[in-house]
């Protein structure tokens, strides 16, 4: 009849009205509790600020722009705080730790000298030892330098090694240099630091063979040797090399010939050159 007609009608239209008023209400609500950080005095934000710093950093420490927070998320990092601003926050609203923040005080917690839209506080990853030791695996011992650290870190990454190991006087994996450097791939294999001799007796114990580079007399070219089954290689620091300890400890000692005239190769360089070789 004309009547139950208009009455579905009505009902219909009703069920969408109440539809589209309570999504308008949870818009309004969603952007009315968010608050949004201005001031760089806020206690939190002076709080984040320090972890720019190494001193500060202890269990927790910053990434900056979207790439790197992107695979964070997917390797199921802990976010302490994740700050951004405020056009993200629909794209982030799943996320339980936002912080809303303006421009400038966004630019405080960041050292690069153009925002990305985003930094996130991330808890550092505790990983243990290996419980089997297969490799390859890269060992760097005092490298200096953020960018060499963090390139070789993502070259072990691309080349697929099972983790990589620094010593205790290499830089931090934390700077920001290295981080832009490693661009997530700490996120994907594990990144030991603590005391190499500790680290090759360990690798030695579990039948890992130890390749050295020096351009000591008895080193080989890269290029003579077959792929050991199980092997780590180490690369040593920027100017001295690697230590006559890490020297003795190893089962060959390897180096890269160079027909030119050039003195030596940036560390991160010959450390991929010789990485991809013995995949």
Not at 210 to 216: E, Q, R, S, Y
Request: net charge negative; hydrophobic share 40%; charged share 20%.
């Amino acid at each position: 009849s004309l009547d139950t007609t208009r009455d579905n009608h009505f009902n219909l239209f009703h069920e969408k009205f109440l539809l589209w008023t309570e999504l308008v209400f949870s818009k309004i609500c969603y952007n009315y509790y968010m608050i949004i950080i201005t001031s760089k005095a806020n206690n939190l934000i002076k709080k984040t600020k320090k972890l720019l710093q190494k001193k500060h950093r202890k269990d927790s420490y910053l990434i900056e722009g979207w790439h790197l927070f992107e695979e964070a998320s997917a390797s199921g990092a802990v976010f302490k705080h994740i700050f951004a601003l405020e056009d993200s926050a629909e794209r982030l609203s799943d996320q339980e730790h936002l912080v809303l923040v303006t421009p400038e005080v966004l630019k405080e917690l960041s050292d690069s000298p153009s925002s990305q839209g985003i930094v996130a506080e991330v808890q550092m990853d505790q990983s243990s030892l290996p419980e089997t030791w297969q490799g390859p695996y890269l060992v760097l011992e005092d490298i200096q330098d953020p960018g060499n650290l963090g390139t070789m870190i993502r070259t072990a990454d691309a080349a697929a090694y099972q983790a990589v190991f620094i010593s205790d006087k290499s830089a931090d994996i934390y700077n920001s240099k290295t981080l832009r450097s490693m661009q997530g791939s700490h996120f994907h294999l594990p990144i030991y630091r603590g005391s190499m001799m500790d680290f090759v007796g360990n690798l030695k114990q579990a039948g890992v063979s130890i390749l050295a580079t020096t351009l000591a007399h008895d080193s080989v070219d890269y290029r003579s040797l077959e792929r050991p089954d199980k092997f780590a290689l180490i690369m040593g620091n920027e100017g001295q090399g690697i230590s006559d300890e890490m020297a003795q400890s190893a089962d060959r000692l390897v180096h890269i010939s160079m027909p030119g005239q050039a003195e030596s190769l940036n560390v991160a360089v010959a450390a991929g050159i010789m990485m991809f070789q013995f995949i």
